[in-house]
């Protein structure tokens, strides 16, 4: 019979083929190299092809596409409730061919190469700016062991750092100025980079006709408009909060998180009453005649004189 659905699993070397028949009947179980997998989908009839949105599943998706199939990228959240045994190649295969069949599931858009340039630009960049980051709060670090303080931001660490170095009159020794020299160094380096990355991103974006179009909503700069285009591309085909992450989650108000909380204040309500409960015991049993009558009688028994002045200091009564 015909193919219809198609999973793979994806992976460095060896690729994972789990495939169905219109009626969900599986007629395909197979191991692929990486260099079988385009001229085996070459000779299948065109079918949907359903993968997990990991390393790599772009460019499949771009040149599965190209072979004529209806490729569909799905979140590995999505995905995992769908497998049934222990987790290996074979089933998640199978997992991603029935989860792709859903007809409520939510797939990722397909990004060209274009986005994903851009996206790598953007996290090259975030790289260099944390790496920047590090190096001036570790000069900042080393240079207040000797009591020099260098105020905030990564301006006044190139300006106030050379003149501690020049300075003969401190204590710094040789090797240390040595040191913070070629730490300083570094840090130029890391910051030229990030000037260099931000150049082609404005290029870019000086190119895109959509990104323009989002410069002129007050608050967003060419570094946010081009990633918002490199991130969601076509916005219509779904919701762009997910996908940004500022979908409210779990534990927020909006998607059940007053339920959460409602929960919590429902368990700590009923541990104030419990607490509220043992002092009102305690009260009634501190004023029970009974109770006075056995305390009492036990200050003055024999047995009770050697802890007469603790128990005295208790209860609050007088010692004799």
């Known amino acids: 019979m015909q193919i219809t659905t198609v999973g793979i699993d994806l992976a460095k070397s060896v690729f994972q083929i789990h495939g169905v028949n219109e009626f969900g009947k599986v007629v395909l179980r197979k191991q692929l190299r990486r260099d079988q997998m385009a ?3 070459a000779n299948l009839p065109a079918c949907v092809i359903g993968m997990e949105a990991c390393g790599g599943a772009h460019h499949w998706a771009r040149k599965l596409q190209a072979l004529g199939h209806t490729v569909r990228l799905m979140a590995p959240q999505f995905v995992k409730p769908y497998v049934k045994t222990n987790k290996n190649d074979a089933a998640d295969a199978e997992a991603i061919c029935e989860a ?6 939510r797939f990722v858009p397909i990004k060209n190469i274009e986005q994903q340039s851009m996206l790598s630009l953007h996290r090259a960049r975030q790289g260099f700016v944390k790496a920047r980051t590090a190096q001036a709060n570790q000069i900042r670090g080393l240079l207040s062991e000797f009591g020099f303080v260098i105020p905030q931001g990564i301006a006044n660490i190139v300006k106030c750092v050379p003149e501690l170095i020049e300075d003969a009159s401190n204590e710094l020794s040789g090797s240390f100025r040595r040191l913070v020299a070629r730490l300083l160094d570094h840090l130029k380096e890391l910051d030229k980079q990030v000037t260099e990355l931000e150049s082609q991103i404005k290029e870019w974006h000086r190119t895109s006709e959509v990104c323009r179009k989002l410069e002129r909503v ?3 700069g060419p570094i946010t408009a081009t990633a918002l285009v490199a991130s969601i591309g076509n916005a219509t085909q779904q ?3 997910p996908r940004l992450g500022i979908a409210p989650q779990p534990h927020r108000a909006g998607s059940g998180g007053w339920r959460n909380r409602s929960r919590q204040s429902r368990r700590y309500r009923s541990a104030d009453k419990k607490s509220s409960r043992r002092k009102e015991n305690r009260s ?5 005649p009974v109770h006075v009558v056995r305390r009492c009688s036990s200050l003055y028994s024999p047995e009770a004189r050697t802890s007469r002045s603790s128990t005295c200091r208790r209860w609050g009564t007088p010692s004799y």
């Not at 792709?100 to 599931?105: K, Q, S």
């Not at 009634?284 to 029970?288: D, F, P, R, V």
Request: glycine content about 10%.
């Open 100 to 105: 792709v069949a859903r007809p409520n599931m």
């Open 218 to 220: 007050p608050g967003i």
């Open 39 to 41: 001229s085996f989908f």
């Open 284 to 288: 009634a049993a501190s004023h029970n």
């Open 239 to 241: 919701p762009a909060g």
